[in-house]
């Protein structure tokens, strides 16, 4: 299934679970270049972070990792897996480098088109 499949069939999943699905869905590889971090924020409440790693495995905690955050999603933790999959959130707020989030919605389209 799709995300956008998941997220319309009622599916909420945790933040940390979340990101964790996207960095197993991202072939390392394609991260070769890049280093960055990416945190999921509730409004007032710590997150989950991802880490990519310059090709390197893609690293999911749910504690602040070393060094700084590149871009923050501020949204309710039920959005997040929308957004990851490419959906309008309205509710959403981005902080930081856009960038970096529309590379990860590449990736993951990229990791759901085959």
Do not use: Y
């Not at 999603?73 to 309205?90: F, K, Q, R, Y």
């Amino acid at each position: 299934l799709q995300l956008r499949e998941l997220h319309a069939a009622g599916v909420r999943i945790e933040p940390a679970r979340a990101l964790r699905v996207i960095s197993l869905m991202i072939d390392p590889a394609w991260t070769a270049g890049e280093r960055f971090t990416v945190a999921h924020q509730e409004t007032g409440t710590a997150g989950a972070f991802l880490q990519v790693r310059d090709g390197g495995p893609l690293t999911v905690t749910d504690t602040a990792l070393p060094g700084p955050v590149t871009t923050t999603i501020v949204c309710p933790a039920d959005s997040l897996l929308a957004l990851l999959a490419g959906e309008e959130t309205p509710e959403a707020e981005v902080r930081g480098q856009e960038r970096v989030l529309a590379l990860l919605l590449q990736w993951v389209n990229r990791a759901q088109s085959g």
